[in-house]
């Protein structure tokens, strides 16, 4: 029997972006990291000729591609990558701890990349060094004054735990103040290295409304050029919730493994038996068989790949709080 195999378009696609995770090296070992244990211990990396046909794949459809990992400038090739790609109509984005060799890399980048997300979950030395180990909250600030000197825009990516989510006030304050033009405020997802060493992190339902998207709502920054954009997590009765929302059966987003898995959830990666697509010999395949794609048929009206928590349901985790 001959099986055939859908070679998929980006125009099959709704995407604005996509996501390289161009290595799996990392410097850190983040205590909540969506990613397994097992994906930094078999060090991989994307080619420069798969990001380019990769990109080559999306032009057209995606105006954006955002550079991750683990730690994007530990690709030994990092600088050629950002480059090479930003050459083209595609704009090139990139999410960093703030690593020593981001900054290294950032006088011969700077002009080619279009943002760059800093990770920052909190405004304290000693709260972000736990979770991310020595060093990373003096890497993330580092980070932070070289982009402004450079006057590369720049966003901050800030994870909530639930001992972080007292500093939530602070954190939106320190972030208007650091000159960032957005902050990232994402719901912990309990997955990959966060289920093993996380596990008790995740804010319940409950917090979230009143702790953070009431918090986010409430704000009103004093400078006009910084905005939040909060997860909404759950079912909440509050602008830019929809249940009917789903990456996966919406086609709206895909992330791109150096391992040639292509996810469209991102709350999967732990599992790559799990991914929807693949990307192979230059071209994008679906893959069959218990997928993310097999996992949210039917509209449900709710993600169902996470748990209820106290009666809230949960939605899919790109949904953003809209507020004015
Ligand atoms: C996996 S990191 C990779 C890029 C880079 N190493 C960094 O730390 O920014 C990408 C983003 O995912 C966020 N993140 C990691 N684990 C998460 C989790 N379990 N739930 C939600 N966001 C998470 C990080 O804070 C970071 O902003």
Not at 227 to 242: E, L, M
Request: aromatic content about 8%.
């Amino acid at each position: 029997m001959i099986r055939r195999v859908t070679r998929l378009a980006a125009s099959d696609f709704k995407l604005e972006s996509i996501d390289l995770y161009i290595t799996s090296r990392c410097n850190r070992r983040c205590s909540y990291c969506f990613l397994p244990d097992a994906y930094f211990d078999r060090t991989q990396h994307m080619t420069p000729a798969t990001v380019a046909a990769i990109a080559a794949w999306a032009s057209g459809a995606a105006t954006e591609i955002t550079v991750l990992g683990g730690e994007p400038a530990l690709h030994p090739e990092f600088t050629a990558i950002v480059r090479d790609t930003a050459a083209t109509p595609i704009r090139v984005r990139t999410v960093t701890n703030g690593s020593r060799q981001f900054r290294a890399a950032l006088p011969a980048v700077h002009q080619a990349l279009s943002r760059v997300a800093v990770s920052l979950d909190a405004p304290s030395a000693t709260v972000v060094d736990r979770l991310r180990g020595r060093g990373a909250f003096a890497d993330a600030v580092a980070t932070v004054e070289e982009l402004r000197a450079a006057g590369v825009p720049f966003d901050l990516n800030c994870t909530v735990l639930a001992d972080t989510v007292h500093l939530v006030p602070e954190m939106l304050v320190y972030a208007e103040a650091s000159g960032a033009g957005r902050l990232n405020m994402h719901w912990f997802s309990p997955v990959g290295r966060g289920a093993l060493h996380a596990a008790d992190q995740s804010v319940p339902a409950a917090a979230w409304r009143s702790d953070v998207l009431d918090v986010v709502a409430d704000y009103r920054p004093s400078r006009q050029s910084f905005t939040v954009d909060c997860q909404v997590a759950f079912d909440f009765p509050v602008p830019g919730a929809d249940r009917g929302v789903c990456a996966v059966r919406d086609r709206t987003n895909l992330q791109f493994l150096p391992s040639g898995a292509v996810f469209a959830c991102g709350m999967l990666l732990e599992d790559e038996a799990l991914a929807a697509y693949r990307w192979q010999d230059g071209a994008l395949l679906r893959r069959a068989g218990d997928t993310e794609l097999a996992r949210t048929t039917s509209p449900c009206g709710a993600c169902p790949l996470r748990p209820e928590d106290g009666g809230h349901r949960p939605i899919c985790i790109y949904n953003r709080l809209a507020t004015v």
